[in-house]
């Protein structure tokens, strides 16, 4: 009898045990199938960095939208210290003060960690609370799929993020579009309203494969649904504002903002096609555009003022 006592009780505690080991993943896992591993103990893999919704865990390895229950969602992981009311474990404060240090120094580097803890998931995701428009996710904007409450943050790593792609005019992209489309790059060019970059150092249109363009790129936010290729990147908004504030810090002129834009170069290969109401097949409102830019982020805006007559 006590032998027997002896086997369900060593059966249990390794069940026990077991149930608290963690299941090792990374963010584009757990996210591809959130509700999988709802209510469990992960340790997952992933590139940190605070904002607007705190303390989150990313990936670059993954789109960085996804679609639940209908809503757009970013593909972060929040990270919260465990208050201890639903989790019997308590957040480590020291691993979570050493990250919290370590990002605050390190700006323009990826700062990676194993984020142990209890993920959780909702369904639905998607309603809208009190009728303004928010969504049910997590975060302090409710934006994200997912919450970590956390146990402890391991093996913290540093890198330097990739430099930036190499620097090209609108010209040099439109005098051969097809050798750039679907690649990352950097284009300096002026900003036209609308979502326009134009040079005014080329031919005011072009000809593509047979067809007439004006001397334009479509600036399109990644999530667009006229892109041709998925990428694995967001728009930064903070960044792409200072467009927005350079113009609208004219008082004795026109301005004329330049700026740098960073993001994946898209094109056709049969664009002298024409669609059934007239309208050449390029990017951008009527066409116009012989490819678009689907940006990441401004790397640098300057103006100039075209005084007023």
């Known amino acids: 009898m006590r032998l027997l006592l002896a086997l369900v009780f060593a059966s249990v505690a390794t069940v026990l045990c077991r149930a608290q080991v963690p299941t090792e993943t990374d963010v584009c896992s757990v996210l ?5 591993f709802n209510g469990t103990m992960i340790a997952v893999r992933g590139i940190a960095h605070s904002a607007n919704d705190g303390l989150v865990v990313g990936s670059d390895a993954c789109l960085k939208r996804l679609i639940l229950d209908k809503v757009t969602f970013r ?11 639903h989790v019997p474990f308590s957040t480590d404060k020291t691993s979570l003060a050493k990250l919290n240090s370590i990002l605050a120094a390190s700006e323009t580097q990826y700062v990676s960690g194993t984020f ?6 909702r369904v639905p995701l998607g309603g809208l609370v009190l009728g303004h428009g928010l969504i049910e996710g997590y975060g302090n904007t409710g934006r994200l799929p997912g919450r970590l409450i956390l146990q402890e943050v391991r093996n913290i790593s540093v890198e330097a993020k990739p430099p930036a792609p190499q620097i090209h005019t ?11 489309n679907g690649k990352l790059i950097a284009v300096r060019g002026a900003i036209r309203g609308g979502g ?3 040079d005014d150092q080329c031919l005011t249109h072009i000809t593509v494969r047979g067809h007439s363009f004006q001397n334009l790129i479509a600036v399109r936010n990644p999530t667009d649904l006229t892109r041709i290729h998925d990428v694995a990147f967001d728009r930064d908004d903070q960044s792409l504002a200072l467009i927005t504030k350079a113009f609208g810090e004219s008082n004795d002129g026109h301005p004329r903002v330049v700026a740098t834009l960073v993001g994946v170069f898209e094109t056709r290969d049969q664009l002298n096609l024409v669609a059934e109401n007239g309208v050449s097949v390029g990017f951008g409102h009527l066409g116009a555009a012989p490819a678009q830019l689907l940006v990441k982020e401004c790397i640098q805006v300057t103006t100039e003022y075209v005084p007023l007559r």
């Open 32 to 36: 591809s199938q959130p509700l999988q």
């Open 116 to 121: 142990v803890g209890l993920f959780e998931t």
């Open 170 to 180: 609108v010209c040099e992209l439109l005098a051969d579009p097809l050798t750039f």
């Open 75 to 85: 593909n972060e992981i929040a990270v919260e210290e465990s208050t201890g009311n």
């Open 196 to 198: 326009w970059m134009f």
